[in-house]
Each structure stands twice: as structure tokens, then as C-alpha cells.
């Protein structure tokens, strides 16, 4: 592409997006596209996107499209805001695969929503063979188990090149693929402060909701719905693979691990951080409360208490069981794996969730991990009770339960009938 033709595409590229794709064009107008020497190829921090002229001149119209398109991805799915406390280079090899992924739909459009706006694949990138729809932080925990030896610190970024080990994500015996990323390629420029992010989080937010009222229809949307479903609703994930990796995470700052409360769209997302692996060793005030209403069914019951032995079992770990309704009733204290399932009780009756604060505030107890099987259907608990504990729990959906109260007292989660031991 031509000096003088960059400006002049970027333009076009604008207005092609607007008229063809209105719910990414509408987003992007409220970003800036400028040029920079503080990147070799393109990239954004989540405020602008930024390329680089001679890398730019490189490409033709429809690779450049594709950049511009990627950048935009990023921004749209927060990726430069979910990075606290993650390895910076894995962390954009993980994104890189996410926003690729989605870009496979855009390169074969429909015949009726494509005009003159296209895309060609660049020939640098990460691109995996078959994306699934995976969040970012799913392939991240996968690809930084991997490479447990390559934790670098952020100031080394920019003086050298990593050799990534990357999983097979589809054959667990296939062989794994070795990922050459240099620092001064990464595309995500990870230098807002925590409040820039919130800020930018709650602005992108409004505007990502807006331009889906007005162009929901937008059949270019398939990809990147489900992906703004990840980010808002499927926090709720089975609740014993939210467990294991929360007991296993250390206190980095999280973002994608905070408390739903908060109203930025990612918050409600419960997936696995970056933490640091540590020995595996007894574990120690887990309290497990079990709402014993008549919603909740016996089998539900029965495989929430199987499954907590197999957690026991795994982590030889000792776990606090109490049933509760309108009051804690029967509870049974150390219980070990090989004496989990008599744990049991004989109570059915209404719900009250404040029993569970009840006994934990009469009781004095300070619970590492709290653990709350319930439907969810009961009055809302006030912040200043819930607010102490949030941190630490994980409520446990039953299948059909209702989330809405449920979010302000911790992370959510699901159980499923059929999950069986592994997770």
C-alpha cells in the first residue's frame, strides 16, 4: 500500500464498517487510529488503536482491513483490560488465538452481508487449527500451565523472544506446537492503571449495549454474541472446576476472578486467572452449606455431597458440611472424605439464605472457602452482610435456580446432574 494511501484506506475502512457491519462501526467510532513507532506492527491499550507506517505499507487493502478489524476485537472483548495480573506475552498469544478465531467468520461472509468491505489473513499471527469458541482465559490457563518456566517480568518484554509451548487443544496426545513471540510484537499494550480500565470497562459497556439495540440483527454478530455471553453470563461454570482452581490461585490481582457486583460486563465472568501453582497440601476451613428447601432435589443433594468427597479425596482436605432452610440445622464439622457421605440430613422446608450469615457471624468463623448449594430463590441480603465474605464464596446454582440475588454474594456456579468426578 502506498504512503499516501493509509490514511485514505483507514477512512474507508470506517465508513465500509459503518455501512456494512453498523455494530462494529458504531464501536469504533469512538476510537482514534493513529500512527506510532511504539509499535512494529499495530496494536491498542484499549484507548486508541496504533500502527506502524511501514508495516502497514506492507499489507494490501484487505490485510490491512483485517488488522484494523483484530484491534477493534480486542477492544470490544476487554482484552486489554482483563490482563491484571497475567504473563503479558502469554496472555496476548491467548487473545491473538480468541480474536483469530472469530476473524475465521469474517474472512467467508455471506454473499448478503458482504460488499466492498473485505478481509485476507496477514501472513504473521497466532492462528489455531479449529477454534471453539474459548474464552481467552480458558486458553490462557491451558497455554500458561504449559510454560510454567517462562514467567518473565514486564520490563523484560521489549529485549526479547520467548519460545511458547502451545497445547493441542483438540488431541490431548498430539504434539504440542512452539510458539516463537517477540516482545516488540505483541498487540496489546498492557499500561492502563486498574482505575483506567474500570473506567474504559464502564464506557465500553454502554457503548457495546447501545450499538446492540441498534444493530443486534447485524448477522456478523454470530461470533462475537456468544463471546459478550461469555463475558456477562457464563460465569456460571460446574462448581467443582471453579473450586479447584480458586483453592489453587494465589492473590494476584484478577480482574476476570473479581466480584460480579460490579457493572462492567466481564465482572460476571468465572474463569481461571493466572495465579501460581502451590503445593498441594491439606486444606482447611471449607464450609459447604446446603439449602435443604424443597427445590432443591435429592439427587442434586446426593451428587453435591459425592462430589465434595471427590474434592476431599483429591486435596486431602477436611470440609465442614451444614443443611440449612430457615435456620443452619444439622452440621457436621472435619468431615473427611471417607466419612462424607454420612453427612446427610432428614430437613425440607422454606429457604432464608441469612441463616447461612447467621451462623457464620454467631460462630465466629472465618472460612477460607464458603460453598452455598441453594435454588436461589429467596430475599435479597443486604451489602453490609454479604460484603465480608464475598470474596470467598462460591454459590452453587442447581440447575434451574435463579442467579439474580445470588450475584452479590459471590462468584456463581453450576451443578450439573451428570458431572461426575472429573472436572
Not at 506510532?36 to 499489507?59: C, H, M, P, W
Not at 430475599?379 to 470474596?391: G, N, T
Not at 451428570?418 to 472436572?423: H, I, K, N, R, V
Request: charged share 30%; with cysteine.
Amino acid at each position: 500500500m502506498a504512503k499516501n494511501d493509509i490514511e485514505s484506506q483507514i477512512r474507508e475502512f470506517r465508513l465500509d464498517l459503518l455501512r456494512e457491519m453498523p455494530f462494529y462501526g458504531e464501536l469504533l467510532s469512538h476510537f482514534e487510529i493513529r500512527e506510532s513507532r511504539l509499535v512494529s506492527t499495530a496494536g491498542t491499550d484499549g484507548r486508541v488503536i496504533l500502527y506502524n507506517r511501514k508495516f502497514f505499507q506492507e499489507l494490501s487493502r484487505e490485510e490491512c482491513n483485517y488488522v484494523l478489524m483484530h484491534e477493534l476485537m480486542h477492544i470490544i472483548l476487554r482484552h486489554p483490560y482483563r490482563a491484571f495480573g497475567k504473563q503479558e506475552k502469554i496472555w496476548n498469544v491467548s487473545a491473538d488465538y480468541v480474536v483469530n478465531g472469530l476473524m475465521e467468520g469474517l474472512l467467508y461472509r455471506h454473499p448478503k452481508c458482504a460488499g466492498s468491505l473485505t478481509f485476507k489473513k496477514p501472513a504473521c499471527g497466532c492462528f489455531m487449527r479449529d477454534y471453539a469458541g474459548q474464552s481467552v482465559e480458558q486458553l490462557y490457563y491451558m497455554i500458561n500451565t504449559c510454560n510454567k518456566d517462562k514467567a518473565l517480568p514486564l520490563w523484560y518484554r521489549a529485549v526479547t523472544s520467548v519460545w511458547l509451548v502451545i497445547p493441542d487443544f483438540y488431541d490431548p496426545d498430539g504434539d504440542p506446537v512452539i510458539l516463537k513471540v517477540k516482545g516488540e510484537d505483541l498487540d496489546l499494550i498492557l499500561k492502563l492503571s486498574p482505575e483506567e480500565a474500570q473506567h474504559m470497562m464502564d464506557q465500553l459497556e454502554q457503548w457495546t449495549e447501545e450499538a446492540l439495540k441498534n444493530w443486534g440483527d447485524d448477522p456478523s454478530l454470530e461470533g462475537i454474541k456468544k463471546q459478550l455471553f461469555l463475558l456477562k453470563k457464563s460465569g456460571i461454570l460446574p462448581w467443582k472446576t471453579i473450586l479447584k482452581r480458586f483453592l489453587r490461585e494465589c492473590e494476584v490481582m484478577d480482574v476476570s476472578y473479581d466480584h460480579p457486583e460490579r457493572k462492567y460486563l466481564h465482572m460476571d465472568l468465572i474463569l481461571p486467572g493466572e495465579g501460581r501453582e502451590t503445593e498441594e497440601k491439606e486444606l482447611e476451613d471449607v464450609w459447604a452449606f446446603i439449602d435443604t428447601s424443597g427445590s432443591i432435589s435429592v439427587e442434586e443433594k446426593n451428587g453435591f455431597i459425592t462430589q465434595l468427597y471427590h474434592v476431599c479425596k483429591q486435596f486431602h482436605a477436611k470440609i465442614n458440611i451444614a443443611y440449612w432452610d430457615v435456620s443452619v440445622h444439622e452440621v457436621y464439622r472435619d468431615v473427611t472424605s471417607t466419612k462424607i457421605l454420612q453427612a446427610t440430613t432428614a430437613y425440607s422446608g422454606g429457604t432464608d439464605v441469612s441463616a447461612v450469615y447467621d451462623f457464620l457471624n454467631a460462630n465466629k468463623i472465618k472460612a477460607s472457602v464458603i460453598l452455598i448449594l441453594t435454588d436461589g430463590y429467596f430475599a435479597e441480603m443486604p451489602e453490609f452482610i454479604v460484603q465480608p465474605y464475598r470474596r470467598k464464596t462460591i454459590v452453587v446454582l442447581s440447575e434451574q435456580g435463579m442467579d439474580c440475588y445470588c450475584k452479590k454474594m459471590g462468584k456463581i456456579a453450576l451443578i450439573k446432574k451428570d458431572e461426575g468426578e472429573s472436572a
